[in-house]
Nanobody, 116 residues
Framework: QVQLVETGGGFVQAGGSLTLSCAAS????????MGWFRRLAPGKEREFVARIMWNGVSTTYADSVKGRFTISRDNAKKTVYLQMNSLKFEDTAVYYC????????WGQGTQVTVSS
């Protein structure tokens, strides 16, 4: 399984920006899609945020973040990024990186808090 470590979370005012990073271990990082999910509150299901295919060409976003968030990857660095702009209070969540291998691999999560 792939080991994933997220960094870059923190506190930001509404309207601000943050960039999350997810570093992966393993030799086959470039072979699978990567993505981000978030959990808005304890006990709630994780919800899909964004996904990027193995070659970085095709991306998919949740409607709630479309136009504000950008997912990208650097296969040489085995890292996937989530650039978050125009942050809103409702973006406050724990953000999780996911590798779409078999089974899916998850990071430990990083907290993003947006003050209104």
């Amino acid at each position: 399984q792939v080991q994933l470590v997220e960094t870059g979370g923190g506190f930001v005012q509404a309207g601000g920006s943050l960039t999350l990073s997810c570093a992966a271990s393993g030799r086959t990082f470039s072979a699978y899609a990567m993505g981000w999910f978030r959990r808005l509150a304890p006990g709630k299901e994780r919800e899909f945020v964004a996904r990027i295919m193995w070659n970085g060409v095709s991306t998919t976003y949740a409607d709630s973040v479309k136009g504000r968030f950008t997912i990208s990857r650097d296969n040489a660095k085995k890292t996937v990024y989530l650039q978050m702009n125009s942050l809103k209070f409702e973006d406050t969540a724990v953000y999780y990186c996911v590798a779409y291998d078999h089974p899916w691999s998850w990071g430990q999560g990083t907290q993003v808090t947006v003050s209104s």
